[in-house]
């Protein structure tokens, strides 16, 4: 069978051994001989080896249907070995041309590995929302997720009891600037409050994202609150009915698509990287993690939306505090103007000026980087 398959497969190399006694194609470099059977085998440089004939002289097999049965019989020998251990066991006898990517093409048609170890999908990322893609002020469309629990202790001296808190994490669509609410429990009246002092603060929103939380169903007890509270008809009506008087929309993602968070996700991880980072073990009173969640809120409005340039004479880093105060929360503050004359002041309009100068780089330096689809 070898050598009917080797006459189909390298008539050329076969007549030009016989003729000439060597090759001048591809085949040259493995220096190929006709052995006494007829099989066109490796001839190579190992011959004074240990090895038996087979594995120092295996025989050369073409691209056919027998080579693939060949390999598909030693996969299932190996107990379905992977790419490494079948080519090892296949080069024993036999040199297979191409043999690495003809070994991985037979293993991936096998049916119990495909079952075992299934392909996962790589969609195409969507189009993003026009929320996320118009000129708005901050926070006017923003979404929502709870994170925690964090401990705290009732009193600053001589007492330990731990009391649970979270944090809502507001996050705009338009600027990804962050505004963190620390809320004691996990009641729809503690939420409404939270809502409540964040419209205080930045002002009402015209629409509100969250997840349902059937996408963080875990063990922690902790979790399934938060995932009761925020998929409860109860709480779900409730904010509704007091959202409708201020003609503020609730959208709800669809349920297990956390990729449609994927906007204030990160920002619940940044918020945990920088807290457990500092906080650690520590048991704080509730005055210190307030003052600790807004610093943090800071550092997280002055990171940068557009790649930081390495020319000096470059403008600064566009960060979402530019949108909220028209700089940097933790740059340095600047030069105070009481002592200069009015007239050298600029004016309203100026103001205005340089408000739009931030949604011009908005346009030009950050837009066009979420047009590339990473995924």
């Not at 085998?41 to 295996?58: A, Y």
């Not at 980072?277 to 210190?288: F, K, M, S």
């Not at 002055?302 to 979402?320: K, V």
Request: positive net charge; charged residues 20%; proline residues 5%.
């Amino acid at each position: 069978m070898i050598r009917l398959i080797q006459e189909e497969g390298f008539p050329d190399e076969l007549k030009s051994l016989k003729s000439k006694g060597h090759l001048n194609g591809n085949l040259n470099n493995l220096a190929p001989f006709i052995d006494s059977d007829g099989i066109m085998r490796v001839g190579g440089r190992i011959d004074k080896s240990n090895l038996s004939f087979s594995q120092k002289h295996p025989a050369l097999l073409p691209h056919h249907y027998f080579t693939d049965v060949l390999i598909r019989e030693e996969h299932i020998k190996s107990m379905h070995g992977g790419i490494q251990t079948t080519f090892n066991i296949l080069h024993q006898n036999f040199w297979v041309t191409s043999g690495r990517n003809t070994v991985k093409r037979v293993i991936y048609k096998c049916v119990t590995c495909a079952r075992i170890n299934p392909s996962i999908p790589q969609y195409i990322m969507g189009d993003l929302p026009k929320s996320r893609l118009s000129l708005e002020r901050p926070f006017l469309v923003c979404g929502i997720d709870y994170c925690g629990p964090f401990y705290i202790k009732e009193r600053r001296h001589r007492n330990r009891n731990k009391i649970k808190t979270f944090a809502a994490i507001f996050v705009c669509f338009a600027t990804k600037a962050v505004h963190i609410e620390l809320v004691s429990d996990l009641s729809t009246e503690a939420f409404m409050a939270a809502l409540r002092r964040f419209f205080s603060r930045r002002g009402l929103s015209s629409d509100l994202y969250s997840d349902n939380a059937t996408n963080i169903v875990g063990a922690k007890n902790e979790i399934v609150d938060i995932q009761n509270l925020l998929s409860s008809h109860e709480h779900n009506k409730s904010v509704e009915r007091t959202l409708t008087n201020d003609n503020i929309a609730w959208h709800v993602i669809p349920p297990r698509s956390p990729h449609f968070g994927g906007l204030w996700e990160p920002a619940v991880r940044s918020f945990k990287h920088h807290l457990l980072r500092v906080v650690a073990n520590t048991l704080l009173i509730h005055e210190d993690l307030l003052t600790l969640t807004t610093e943090i809120e800071a550092i997280l409005n002055s990171r940068p939306l557009t790649p930081i340039s390495s020319d000096p004479n470059d403008l600064s880093t566009l960060t979402p505090a530019h949108f909220l105060i028209g700089d940097s929360f933790r740059s340095m503050p600047e030069r105070h103007l009481t002592e200069i004359p009015t007239a050298r002041l600029s004016s309203w309009q100026r103001v205005q000026q340089m408000r739009q100068h931030f949604w011009s780089r908005w346009y030009k330096e950050y837009l066009h980087q979420l047009n590339v689809k990473k995924k």
